[in-house]
């Protein structure tokens, strides 16, 4: 052995500690195995997450190992192991102590797995909050053509997204609602895995989906969680045989964590509601908890509302009656003000607008989710890099929904940005994004809702 081969005696300067400690562990092995369709050991997937975690185990060795999992899948042991691996390389809080008024508070969570127009969780957890359970809802920015909570609720005056640990549990404790950025000690494994995929093309995967999400929201320490798992063209997955196997995977690692967990597997072919973006969303939101809005959003935030009531041990509480008389309202009134937001300032309005006009006589028969969200991405409402500003005026709204008779001329949609060099790109991406035609009578009976995944204990 030279000197340079001997840790030892190597140059200080040159030395990392990172990368010889612990020395045993082969990342090779795991890579080769998974490529050849072999189940990983505990260890080999326990070696891989915190090796990357720690920068011991290399971007170009996991991203071998992400793709050899996308093309090989995992197995469900597997995937509960990724998962651990991935909450342990962080904190997980704890909300099970808090009390009000001498009563223990129970939590209930949700989550979306991200769809175009979907502003579910604005209402949801303050009228969720109003029946006196505390909703936790540490949220995301977005990346790409579906916008994030914090980027929605930013468009309000004053509100900010981050919140200490102490802030938290004060207010969970005396508004009950919350929406905040997680911390970054929160499952960071998971924060610098997505950033890989990302780039490498090894984001649709169920295993890894599945875990991405359901580490962040164990580490929450919710006692309860419901997934709403979109399906269709604006979604993740666009297949209900995906979709049910990937919430079928989440309600089991919620429920082998102790968590409570269901999943409803949604539509996610047309928008949600009326609006895409961040303003118009927060309006749109408000419509709802005024007891009005889009019939949609209504029956999805009432759909999920039950989810979490009964999970909280409230089964025969209706929602809906907190959306009439002012209750989710009054709660959604003082999460803003906790959190700095002037619920009563008037939202930004664009310096552009633009409509798009139906060319033909008929009913509305299609309105592609992934057009319009890519619209309004291209609007400015999206971002093309973690941590670019989004604009808060930028979007789209529709003024016509699924069966409903359009005139020639008509203004179908309209296009909001503050940029109004954005507009061609933006109509471009909606040119073929509505159809106009003979109408199908069963249309505006439809539900959201198509499947539900029941909760299971673990
Ligand atoms: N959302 C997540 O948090 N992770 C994924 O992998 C996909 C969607």
Redesign the pocket.
């Known amino acids: 052995m030279t000197d340079a081969d001997d840790p030892a005696q190597v140059d200080p300067q040159l030395f990392d500690p990172q990368l010889v400690d612990p020395p045993l562990f082969d990342p090779v092995a795991p890579i080769l195995a998974k490529k050849d369709g072999a189940e990983l050991t505990d260890d080999q997937i326990r070696g891989m997450v915190a090796g990357f975690t720690a920068g011991r185990v290399a971007p170009e060795q996991m991203s071998s190992l992400l793709m050899a999992i996308v093309l090989q899948g995992m197995t469900r042991r597997e995937i509960a192991t990724w998962t651990a691996a991935m909450i342990d390389s962080g904190v997980r809080m704890d909300f099970s102590g808090l009390t009000r008024g001498g009563r223990r508070l129970r939590t209930a969570d949700k989550h979306s ?2 769809g175009v127009g979907d502003k579910v969780t604005l209402p949801l957890t303050p009228l969720v909050a109003s029946f006196g359970v505390a909703v936790p809802q540490l949220s ?1 920015r977005g990346l790409g053509h579906t916008g994030g909570t914090l980027d929605k609720l930013e468009s309000i005056l004053g509100w900010r997204a981050e919140l200490s640990v102490d802030q938290m549990q004060r207010q969970l404790t005396e508004v009950g609602a919350m929406v905040c950025a997680a911390t970054a000690d929160l499952a960071p494994a ?1 924060r610098k895995l ?1 950033a890989l ?1 990302d780039v490498t093309g090894t ?1 649709a995967s169920i295993p ?2 599945a875990s ?2 359901m580490s ?1 929201k164990i580490a929450e320490g919710t006692q309860s969680l419901v997934l709403d798992v979109k399906v269709g063209s604006g979604a ?1 997955m666009k297949t209900l045989d995906g979709a049910r196997e990937l919430a079928e995977t989440m309600v089991a690692l919620g429920a082998e964590a102790g968590v409570v967990t269901s999943a409803l597997l949604t539509d996610m072919s047309t928008p949600l509601g009326r609006s895409a973006g961040n303003a118009v969303e927060v309006a749109e939101s408000l419509e709802v908890l005024s007891g009005g809005g889009p019939a949609d959003v209504v029956e999805l935030t009432l759909a999920l509302a039950r989810e979490m009531l009964e999970a909280s041990g409230l089964p025969d509480v209706d929602p809906a009656d907190h959306l009439r008389n002012g209750r989710a309202m009054d709660a959604w009134r003082a999460m803003i003000a906790a959190q700095g937001g002037d619920p009563d300032a008037p939202l930004p309005v664009p310096r552009h607008t633009h409509e798009v006009t139906a060319r033909d006589d008929g009913h509305l028969t299609s309105l592609d989710a992934l057009a319009v969200g890519q619209a309004a991405w291209l609007l400015g409402a999206g971002r093309t890099k973690p941590g670019e500003a989004v604009s808060a005026t930028a979007g789209v709204t529709w003024h016509v929904g699924i069966g409903d008779s359009v005139r020639r001329g008509q203004p179908l949609l309209t296009l909001h940005t503050d940029d109004e060099t954005r507009i061609p790109a933006a109509l471009e991406a909606l040119r073929d994004a509505t159809g106009v035609g003979e109408a199908d009578a069963r249309s505006d009976l439809r539900s959201r809702v198509l499947e539900r995944v029941p909760f299971r204990r673990g």
């Open positions: 797995t991200g995301g998971d997505y995929r984001v890894l989906i991405s999400i962040k993740f």
